[in-house]
């Protein structure tokens, strides 16, 4: 079975920083585009970041450009998203997922597999 373990969510700061961890099993990892999504509560699930099966190619929401990074390690089957400069806007219970794909390009639009969210809670 595949499985997606999303961790490192956590209380911070407005303006602090948080990494978050994606550990997969049960999947060819390259052979997979890998999606960070995000709901806040009382809004939709809105797609954050992702990045494309052999990393060379991200795509990030506009409303975290230049704040998130997201990058992966084949080695070791895990998607990262570091998280700057966070608001408390940027609250909500974080997801990642993947897309059976080898696209050169980040999309992340025809989602598969879903992991158990972590949440962020960004607050003074």
């Known amino acids: 079975d595949v499985q997606l373990q999303a961790s490192g969510g956590g209380l911070v700061q407005p303006g602090g920083s948080l990494r978050l961890s994606c550990a997969t099993s049960?999947?060819?990892?390259?052979?997979?585009?890998i999606g960070w999504f995000r709901q806040a509560p009382g809004k939709e699930r809105e797609r954050v970041s992702c990045?494309?099966?052999?990393?060379?190619?991200?795509s990030y929401a506009d409303s975290v450009k230049g704040r998130f990074t997201i990058s992966r390690d084949n080695a070791k089957n895990t998607v990262y998203l570091q998280m700057n400069s966070l608001t408390p806007e940027d609250t909500a219970v974080y997801y990642c997922?993947?897309?059976?794909?080898?696209?050169?390009?980040?999309?992340?639009?025809?989602?598969?597999?879903w992991g158990e969210g972590t949440l962020v809670t960004v607050s003074s």
């Open positions: 049960g999947l060819y990892f390259d052979d997979y585009a």
């Open positions: 997922a993947t897309e059976h794909s080898r696209s050169i390009y980040a999309n992340c639009y025809a989602i598969n597999n």
């Open positions: 990045i494309s099966s052999s990393g060379g190619d991200t």
